[in-house]
Nanobody, 119 residues
């Protein structure tokens, strides 16, 4: 069974930094795109950043220039470096990945990690 396990969330003051990690484990044949989404209270889940297997990225305008997504294909891990954090970045952050396990592609989600930015 495939799992996505996130880590790195927490409480930080405005202007601070956090680095989120998401590791995929289980019987994995291949991983295509990986990404980070977030959901604030009372709001819909939104895309934060997305990265293809080849390293192509899409970053939401709201975090462009502050957040960087990267991945280590050998470790089946995706990262989100978050700098210059703002109170409006407060949300539960979810990892997402398209994984072939072992012969069919599935869309997997992590359990979410809380990021809280205080003003």
């Amino acid at each position: 069974q495939v799992q996505l396990v996130e880590s790195g969330g927490g409480l930080v003051q405005a202007g601070g930094s956090l680095r989120l990690s998401c590791a995929a484990s289980g019987i994995i044949f291949s991983i295509n795109s990986m990404g980070w989404y977030r959901q604030a209270p009372g709001k819909q889940r939104e895309l934060v950043a997305h990265i293809t297997r080849g390293g192509g990225t899409i970053v939401a305008d709201s975090v462009k220039g502050r957040f960087t997504i990267s991945r280590d294909n050998a470790k089946n891990t995706v990262y989100l470096q978050m700098n210059s954090l703002k109170p409006e970045d407060t949300a539960v952050y979810y990892c997402n990945a398209q994984i072939k396990a072992p012969t069919t592609w599935y869309d997997y989600w992590g359990q979410g990690t809380q990021v809280t930015v205080s003003s």
